[in-house]
Structures are given as structure tokens and as C-alpha cells.
């Protein structure tokens, strides 16, 4: 398994336009995490996956972001008519949930590289 | 609502320091307590995971400690090398039914000078 991998990694957009980022966690993991950082701050959370539910959902998550995540693998985070204001890095973690896989660490997030964006 | 600071927000110390980081957190009802790396431009890499029962946790030449009636962690870095150059973040995971988000702080720049 090569880790949690995101694309694209960068993308520059005209305000207005939809972006989509995609995220592949580790093939056990069950749980997956969006976060949003801008530069000098931590990350922000988005929302939360367990398999196929979105079970947790931030303010922050207006109507113009959704994220999927259709058969409880890979997870994709859309942003239609986007604004300067959501330049940021998109980031992307996987966990595995207690129990789920004896012998490997729960709850631990692994992190992918992340997605910039930039909007003109 | 659960709010995470790290202080101080950058440290430059000389290479084979010891050094210690501090993060608090406003409400003790934590499941657990995540320390992670960051490098410039790249994603987060774990460190040490503290659960809300634990006291502290080693890996190597770090060392996190947790005292969660003072909302307090810190991560103790023994003989920093350049290469332990990053910002460091903590994370806390809320004890709260139905949120697994992990809040975090805003981190502390640390440069190892050789």
C-alpha cells in the first residue's frame, strides 16, 4: 500500500469554476477525513467519513462544497462556483477504526500529500 | 467548544538541544491526543498517539506526555538534529458522542541550527 494519495496536487482556477479533488486512503482504512489549511494556520476539519456515511459535516462545509464517498473507498470533495477565499491546501486522512483489523494501530491518521488551490 | 494552542508559534535552537513543545486544550474530555510533522508544503506524518487514558507515549527520541485535568501536552524532542527542522502539531479527538473530528492547533515552527 503506498499510503494515502491525493490528486490533483495542485490546481489553479478561475473564480467561478467547479474543482473536484479525489482522495485514495489505505485499502483497511474505514474512516476518512477532509481538512482545508491555509499557510501559518492548522488544518480546519471539513467532514467525516466511516465507510460509505458522511457522519460529521463542518460549518465550514457551505452549500457550494460536497464530498462523496460512494462504495467506502476512494472520496472525492467538490467545490462549485469557487472564490478566492477558498485558496487553501485540501488535505486527506485515513484511520482505521478500533477493532476493526487486529494487530494495526487505530486510530492513527495518515495523511496525503494534500490538493492546493488556487483561485484567481 | 474545544480549542487547541500551541506555544511558542516558532523555536530555533542549536543542534543536540533537547527540547520541549507545549500544546493545551480548553476542555479535558478528550478520546485521545495526536502529535504530528509537517515539512514545508507537504502533508501531516503522525508521531505519537496518546489515548485520554494514557500518560504518555515514546517513539525513538520522542517523548509525549498528557495531563488531561490541566488540558496539557507536550512533546519532548531529546538530541535535535537539522533534520527535526518542521512544524509540530497537536491534535485533540473531542469525548463527545458522534464527532470523531480531531481539532487541531496551530503548530510551532521548529529550526534545528547545525
Known amino acids: 500500500d503506498t499510503g494515502v494519495s491525493q490528486n490533483p496536487r495542485h490546481k489553479i482556477t478561475k473564480r467561478g469554476q467547479n474543482v473536484t479533488f479525489r482522495c485514495d486512503p489505505i485499502?483497511?482504512?474505514?474512516?476518512l477525513y477532509w481538512y482545508r489549511q491555509t499557510l501559518g494556520q492548522g488544518p480546519e476539519f471539513l467532514t467525516y467519513?466511516?465507510?460509505?456515511?458522511?457522519?460529521?459535516k463542518s460549518r465550514l462545509l457551505s452549500d457550494r462544497f460536497s464530498a462523496e464517498r460512494p462504495k467506502g473507498s476512494f472520496s472525492t470533495l467538490e467545490i462549485q462556483r469557487t472564490e478566492q477565499g477558498d485558496s487553501a491546501m485540501y488535505l486527506c486522512?485515513?484511520?482505521?477504526?478500533?477493532?476493526?483489523?487486529?494487530?494495526?494501530?487505530?486510530?492513527?491518521?495518515?495523511f496525503g500529500a494534500g490538493s492546493r488551490l488556487t483561485v484567481l | 467548544k474545544q480549542e487547541v494552542t500551541q506555544i511558542p508559534a516558532a523555536l530555533s535552537v542549536p543542534e543536540g538541544e533537547n527540547l520541549v513543545l507545549n500544546c493545551s486544550f480548553t476542555?479535558?474530555?478528550?478520546?485521545?491526543l495526536q502529535w504530528f510533522r509537517q515539512d514545508p508544503g507537504k502533508g501531516l506524518t503522525s508521531l505519537l498517539l496518546?489515548?485520554?487514558?494514557?500518560r504518555e507515549q515514546t517513539s525513538g527520541r520522542l517523548n509525549a506526555s498528557l495531563d488531561k485535568s490541566s488540558g496539557r501536552s507536550t512533546l519532548y524532542i531529546a538530541a535535535s538534529q537539522p533534520g527535526d527542522s518542521a512544524t509540530y502539531l497537536c491534535a485533540v479527538r473531542p469525548l463527545r458522542t458522534g464527532t470523531y473530528k480531531y481539532i487541531f492547533g496551530t503548530g510551532t515552527r521548529l529550526k534545528v541550527l547545525a
Open positions: 496518546i489515548q485520554s487514558s494514557q
Open positions: 485499502s483497511e482504512h474505514n474512516r
Open positions: 476542555d479535558s474530555a478528550i478520546y485521545n
Open positions: 467519513f466511516q465507510n460509505e456515511a458522511q457522519l460529521e
Open positions: 486522512a485515513s484511520s482505521l477504526e478500533e477493532g476493526r483489523l487486529a494487530g494495526e494501530p487505530a486510530n492513527v491518521l495518515t
